[in-house]
């Protein structure tokens, strides 16, 4: 990997809150008060009116962080980092960790994105969740998660992220299983939340790390002391962030969740991949570039990851016909595509958040168009028994359409900017690495267009008895604002507007060192686009697609319809393992341990019932043991004395 | 003055009293008995206190007949309730508590 290091990652140096910035923490407070209000006072109570106050509160956080972030616009670019403590929470000996927020750079688009797409989503819960008996709580767990995910960027160090970090995983673990009278549902939440904890071991082992290396954990301090930190260090909190980017963004070897997470209602679905959840480890390796711009191994470990990840989503999302499970697979593969932007280091940060936004936009409207689709056919999730919807759902359709032309990357939608700046950061890096992000743009081309095609063309393969209408207005109007974002996301790039925004906080892009001009790699990823796109009208489009799964099919579609064999990875290599070493310490506790303490216990009781014979009740018996005692000590002081 | 016969006779009083509270069985001769090793422990007492020429061995058999006076008003209580209860004096009988 030819990563030139940079000298030193920018400081982060906060200003303290003042003026507007005051409202800093009312982000975090709002949502984090619907939620409990929800939840305390039950689903029966406030079953009136929790839809509105979840909605109400979301909103109101995302006013105040467009007013914030039009104040934050008009500063001085120096000036553009504030710090706010909200009160001290921990102070033990020399450990301090204030419940501190930053509010910079960064966070300010996290919390645009999260409060901006978490409202639309609000929103289109309302109509997607009408018939649910259990709405209120439904909103009280997405406001949870709102606020939780607030926490995580923009807490102003590692143990306030850490906090938002769990209480992702918390949200996400009770919004999974929202349906919990359904079997799958309970076990993909429980599998979520396991598969999360490996990651956080990654999340706490960093954290304490940094406590022991640097004597704080918070940001400011840690970047203002990076450079004098040695490598093996840098080395290993690398590695330890990653494993917990890996968890909660689903980067392979800790992918398997996210494809089960499908479990939950649809707008979850897109609350996870879009706004929260799945993008905070690409906001930790972003946010945590002082660590990696030390250690090029690290970085290396990074990009390795993110390309596997981007081709094995890419894969299983070829092959799938429930609808949201290939829109999974692509969310892992879009993830990939970041996390390997992120470890190309500040030649990529910016892009990675960048992908990040539009990615939010585009996949928000796919999931929510998505959801509008299974809303017509009666959550039916099988593309195979779709077909010919774009005359009956007819506004999903067309916005839908356009989030399809954004992932795909089509000019000039939203996803066309992105993902363009990431595969030319990538080749500028390493041959290797570019390949793999072309032939993922040439993949998802190829699944995108299968289910566009499957869902929205071709003859109605529709269910008996289905009756395709079109959404409520209260669904339809979050789907065109999202489409609006994904055909207009891309306008962030203009005039290098992200990149020198961002720069403050990862440093500034190097120069990109291409041998070719980068208009011909445009030209060759659309291409390659084209060519997926061609392939799927080859192969799905033209032919009639069969209403059940054709069963012989090769090898390759097999492993992607088995997850690439993820499970069966986990389960034979970790799991039957696990077992049978469960088993044997069952075995060692009940033959080694219990008899060992059974064996002390029951020869206590043998001599016990041999001792106890001495107690005869005959009084002379023990005048005669009294005798002898004083005998004995006759004995013991005679001899004593005499020698 | 030697003491050595006087201290022959206590070891005897002593051994005697030994015997009796071991082998007798019933409880009036096993507390005479018992009064025998007492007294016979006083003799060699007063005998040291004599050899030695100090009262210490004096005083300590006075504290030996004052507890021995005490020990003989409970103990011939006990005794006397026993054998009112159970009509025996014997001291193998009074055997419950046990095993």
Known sequence: MSIPLAASAPVIDPSPASGVFNLLWVVIALPALGAALILLLGNRRTSGFAHLLGCATVLGSFVISLVLFVTLLGRDESDRQVGQVVYNWVDAGSFHAPFGLLYDQLSALFLLLITGVGSLIHIYSVGYMEHDARRARFFGYLNLFVAAMLTLVLGDNYLVLFLGWEGVGLASYLLIGFWQHKPSAAVAAKKAFVVNRVGDIGMALGTMLFFATFGTVSFAGISAAADRADDLTMTFLGLLLLLAACGKSAQVPLQSWLLDAMEGPTPVSALIHAATMVTAGVYLVVRSNFVFDHTELAQTAVVVVGAVTLLWGAIIGCAKDDIKKALAGSTMSQIGYMMLAAGLGPAGYAFAIFHLLTHGFFKANLFLGAGSVMHAMDDDVDMRHYGALSKAVPVTFLTFAIGYLAIIGIPPFAGFWSKDKIIEAAFGDNLVVGLATLVGAGITAFYMSRVMLMTYFGRKRWEEGVHPHESPKVMTIPLMVLAALSALGGLLIFGDWIVDWLAPVVGPEPELHLGVPTIVLTLVVLVVVLVGVAVAWLTVGRHEVPRTAPAKVSFATRAARADLYGDAFNEGVLMRPGDRFVEGLVVFDDRGVDAFVDGTASSFRGMSGTFRRLQTGYVRSYALSLLGGAVLVVLALLAVNIA | ?99
């Open chain 2, 1 to 99: 003055m030697s003491g050595s016969p006087f201290l022959v006779l206590s070891a005897i009083l002593f051994t005697i009293g030994c015997v009796g509270v071991l082998t007798r069985r019933n409880a009036i001769v096993v507390f005479m008995c018992v009064e025998l090793m007492l007294n016979a422990s006083n003799l060699a007492l007063v005998t040291f206190a004599r050899v030695n020429g100090n009262l210490d061995g004096q005083v300590a058999a006075f504290f030996v007949m004052v507890v021995a006076a005490a020990e003989v008003v409970v103990g011939l209580a006990i005794i006397m309730t026993i054998f009112r209860t159970r009509r025996s004096a014997s001291v193998d009988d009074a055997s419950l508590l046990k095993y």
